[in-house]
């Protein structure tokens, strides 16, 4: 299946240093959502986009909606050692509840203190 | 967003067995939900949608025969792989669809076929 294009594939940084990933797509997308995963877990959504253009914040999380709609990043501020995880964006090109979600090929966040 | 229990978190199975998986929405009245499968290291790969009284829905080259969804109630989808072999050992995860923008995902269910 279609799958969304991230960067970095992996990150090493030090505890206190702000975090930059993107996501690219060659199709439009309606909304972008992002998603952290840690080891042996589900998804949990960090930060939900509905419009082109769209910037919102949640704590030390910021995410954009690109305008194209094909492409959306997160940035995270000042990282902390629980921000150690999986990021992965996610498109959805409908509106309608059974919409599928299309996810990244994920960015893996280390933290060292 | 809906709150979603997922059972068993692992499982080991010998090859040619089968296994179920199950997937409850606790708080919602789920008509859709979907499952997904995640090999190490990699990104969530859907599977299938699964719609309540009705067929679930595959996609492309996701065998319906091997992977049956039953999505009898509006709280539980149930996945089994049935003559399970160990390339489908895997990391097996539902999500609930609440809304227009809300998806739920379970905690997964780590399977091992040996």
């Known amino acids: 299946g279609q799958q969304l294009n991230q960067s970095p594939q992996s990150m090493f940084i030090q505890e206190g240093e702000d975090v930059s990933m993107n996501c690219t797509s060659s199709?439009?997308?309606?909304?972008w959502l992002w998603y952290k995963q840690d080891p042996g877990e589900g998804p949990v959504l960090l930060i939900a986009?509905?419009?082109?253009?769209e910037l919102t914040s949640n704590g030390r999380l910021t995410a954009q909606f690109g305008i194209t709609r094909k492409d959306s990043f997160l940035n995270i501020s000042a990282s902390i050692p629980s921000d150690v995880g999986i990021y992965f964006c996610a498109g959805k090109i409908n509106t309608g509840t059974a919409s599928k979600l299309t996810f990244g090929t994920g960015t893996r966040l280390q933290v060292t203190l | 967003g809906a709150v979603v229990s997922q059972h068993p978190s692992w499982v080991i199975c010998k090859s040619g067995t089968s296994v179920k998986i199950e997937c409850r929405s606790l708080d919602f009245q789920a008509t859709t939900m979907f499952w997904y499968r995640q090999f190490p290291k990699q990104s969530l790969m859907l599977m299938a949608t699964s719609n309540e009284g009705s067929k679930a829905t595959y996609e492309q080259g996701v065998e319906k025969d091997k992977f049956l969804i039953n999505h009898a109630s509006l709280t539980l989808s149930t996945l089994t792989v049935t003559s399970a072999h160990p390339e489908d050992s895997s990391f097996y995860i539902c999500s609930v669809t609440r809304g227009p923008y809300g998806y739920t995902f379970g905690s997964g269910t780590r399977l091992t076929v040996v």
């Open positions: 199709s439009i997308f309606n909304t």
């Open positions: 986009l509905y419009k082109a253009g």
